[in-house]
Each structure stands twice: as structure tokens, then as C-alpha cells.
């Protein structure tokens, strides 16, 4: 089965400067990548996704890339603000509404 | 839109004892999950169920867990008994089941603490 690898798993950062965050999947049917934000004691909530068909994707600070290839995706968080610090998990899953296999997360904290 | 809502947020048992998690998908949404996340881990699929047909559930384990989704709306996961290793989060989330691709939408979760 699918298995996704993720890294950082912690990354402090001062506000302002960029934060990647690095994920590896190892199933190459794998065609749906998602990020999803999780703030202490809340629900995951999708900052952004891509789709195998795509390179890049970017909305405003938040930005993704695919590298089929090389079976690896990194999100990309530019001008960091205090209220970007949460825990950050990278999913990969195939079409249509198949289960999402997540990374073990990334505790993102950005200083002020 | 209302969100995926779930109940109880938090539980405390002992352990052997049943407990019960109950989820409200989003109106309209036909593809439900309930997925367990251990602290510090990111979420793991249990079950997923396309209406009420549980399509997969190769990772519930079935000695002790059970669901159901009757009516294709609602639907409550089981523990019977529960074990101390059980503690975690029980997240369910719900997705359209239109297009290729869609987004699934989590709940709070229910926390469980296992003594």
C-alpha cells in the first residue's frame, strides 16, 4: 500500500521568512495530493491541493509542487506570520474519494 | 454550509467498557470516513463508506470495532471493550463523491481517553 514519508517534523521559522515542507509518496497510482492545517485541538482543514496532471499550484502565500518522478511534493509557505504556526500534513491518495494516506506532520512555529 | 459534526468531543471510560462515537456528515455528501489519529500522528483510515456500503474496511479492527452508516447519513463507530491503547482522536470526515477528485471535510473529533 500507499506510505508517505514527511520531513520536517518540526521547523521554527522567523515571521517573514519561508517555510518548505518536504513529503514522499511511494505508490506511483498515487494522483491526489493534499496539505492539510491542524491547529491544537482542532479539525484538519485543506490549505491546498494538487492534482497529478499539474507541476505547481499556488494561492496567495501558499504555494505546492509535484514531482511525479521522483514521487515527491513540498509545500511552500513564503512571508510567514505567527498565525501559520500549527501542525501541517502532506496526503496522497488515487481518484475518486479513495482514503487519504497522510504524513506523520510537520509542527511549523513561526517567531516574532 | 454546516460542517461535519461529531459527539461526544471528549470521553473518558475504563477500560472494557463500550463506547459509542456518533458523525453527521456534510448535507449531501455521499462518501463518509472515520479515520483514528494517535498524538503526534496524522490521521489513518478505519473505514469508508459510499452511502450506507462500507467499501473499505481492511484497516478496522474487527474484534473490537464495529460501524454503520444505516441510512447513509449518520453513522457510529463502536468500541466493545475498549483497551487502553485506544486512546487517540476519532476523526470522521465526508466528501461529495462528485468529480474525480473531492476534498474531504473533517469534524472536530472525539477524544478518547482510555483509564
Known amino acids: 500500500g500507499e506510505n508517505v514519508e514527511q520531513h520536517p517534523s518540526t521547523l521554527s521559522v522567523q515571521e517573514g521568512d519561508s517555510a518548505v515542507i518536504k513529503c514522499t509518496y511511494s505508490?506511483?497510482?498515487?494522483?491526489?495530493f493534499p496539505w492539510y492545517k491542524q491547529e491544537l485541538g482542532k479539525r484538519p482543514q485543506l490549505i491546498i491541493d494538487?492534482?497529478?496532471?499539474?507541476g505547481e499550484k499556488k494561492d496567495q502565500r501558499i504555494a505546492v509542487t509535484l514531482n511525479k518522478t521522483a514521487k515527491h511534493f513540498s509545500l511552500h509557505i513564503t512571508e510567514t506570520q505567527p498565525e501559520d504556526s500549527a501542525v501541517y500534513f502532506c496526503a496522497a491518495s488515487k481518484e475518486y474519494g479513495n482514503k487519504l494516506v497522510f504524513g506523520a506532520g510537520t509542527i511549523l512555529r513561526v517567531k516574532s | 454550509e454546516a460542517g461535519v459534526v461529531q459527539s461526544p468531543r471528549y470521553k473518558i471510560i475504563e477500560k472494557k467498557q463500550p463506547v459509542a462515537f456518533w458523525c453527521n456528515p456534510i448535507s449531501g455528501h455521499n462518501t463518509l470516513y472515520w479515520y483514528l489519529q494517535n498524538l503526534g500522528q496524522g490521521p489513518e483510515l478505519l473505514i469508508r463508506y459510499e452511502n450506507e456500503e462500507a467499501v473499505d474496511d481492511s484497516q478496522l479492527p474487527k474484534d473490537r470495532f464495529s460501524a454503520e452508516r444505516l441510512k447513509g447519513v449518520d453513522s457510529t463507530l463502536k468500541i466493545q471493550p475498549a483497551e487502553l491503547g485506544d486512546s487517540a482522536v476519532y476523526l470522521c470526515a465526508s466528501s461529495s463523491g462528485q468529480g474525480v477528485y473531492n476534498e474531504q471535510f473533517f469534524g472536530p473529533g472525539t477524544r478518547l481517553t482510555v483509564l
Open positions: 494538487i492534482r497529478s496532471n499539474v
Open positions: 505508490d506511483s497510482a498515487s494522483n491526489y
